[in-house]
């Protein structure tokens, strides 16, 4: 499923972007960018949870539906999450930067793509202006309201603009500097976990999902910088599987933990 992109005074451009079954494009750039991070994950480990021979076709198809999405914020989130691979993972992924620009400057698809990123972050196109301002207007109204927000302080005044195209906005709008605070907290602690982790763990163990879960995690926190559904109720999906991928990586740390050595697991000494 396909709509037009918005044009200026409420007209509509011959761009489509894909929607699929998802509302809006940029919440299926987001799904999508879930997706490839975690192929792309699970494509530098020794053992992948699904055959290997899949991840290539199936990523091929994801970055396809990516570009169909034109969603920028999927697009940078993604970059994040294989620099994060590439950094803390696997160094020659870093490598495959050199072709992957090259074809971004001599594609025609790849041009487009890359005025797409420059017009966003030179804020020169109406989608991008918006979000300035959307991002002016959110710091003003943290400002007034700045320990508990709009959502659990005194009642806003009449026609204030609540919303922003940006996650930690949206949620120090919402529950002000103090939730602000606590949602960092909490998005932090399983990614500090999965660092310590894949620091630890050995090279024999490195089939782990940490890494994986752990780029998908930062995909998601990078494109939460330029858009709002990982933390809009009018997305619930999102917000779940958010949260999802938290819990995942919290547990994926655990379970590949250094286990001590002084003392045998208790489920070492059970009865075979």
Do not use: K
């Not at 899949?54 to 034109?70: K, Q």
């Not at 400057?105 to 989608?127: K, N, T, W, Y």
């Not at 026609?159 to 919402?174: D, M, R």
């Not at 494109?223 to 709002?228: E, K, N, R, T, W």
């Amino acid at each position: 499923m396909l709509r037009f992109r918005p044009g200026p005074n409420n007209t509509y451009t011959d761009v489509l972007r894909a929607t699929g079954t998802s509302i809006d494009p940029n919440v299926l750039g987001g799904l999508l960018m879930l997706a490839g991070a975690l192929m792309l994950g699970q494509a530098l480990v020794p053992r992948p949870v699904v055959p290997r021979w899949t991840l290539l076709p199936a990523g091929v198809v994801v970055a396809a539906a990516m570009i169909a999405t034109d969603s920028r914020s999927s697009w940078v989130g993604l970059a994040a999450a294989w620099a994060f691979l590439a950094l803390f993972r696997e160094r020659r992924l870093a490598l495959l930067a050199v072709p992957v620009g090259a074809a971004l400057l001599v594609l025609p698809i790849g041009r487009v793509m890359l005025e797409r990123l420059v017009s966003g972050f030179a804020a020169q196109d109406r989608a991008a202006a918006l979000r300035l301002d959307e991002y002016r207007q959110a710091v003003d109204l943290i400002s007034s309201y700045p320990i508990l927000g709009v959502g659990f302080g005194g009642a806003p005044e009449a026609g204030t603009f609540v919303g922003v195209s940006n996650i930690y906005l949206l949620v120090g709008e919402q529950t002000g500097l103090l939730g602000l605070g606590l949602f960092l907290a909490a998005v932090a602690t399983p990614l500090v976990g999965a660092l310590r982790t894949m620091s630890a763990v050995d090279r024999a163990a490195e089939d782990r999902l940490s890494a994986t879960l752990g780029a998908a995690f930062v995909a998601a926190l990078v494109a939460g910088l330029f858009d709002h559904y990982f933390m809009n109720p009018r997305f619930p999906h999102m917000v779940a599987l958010f949260w999802v991928y938290a819990g995942l990586l919290a547990a994926a740390s655990c379970l590949a933990g250094p286990v001590p050595t002084s003392a045998p697991s208790p489920v070492s000494r059970l009865p075979r």
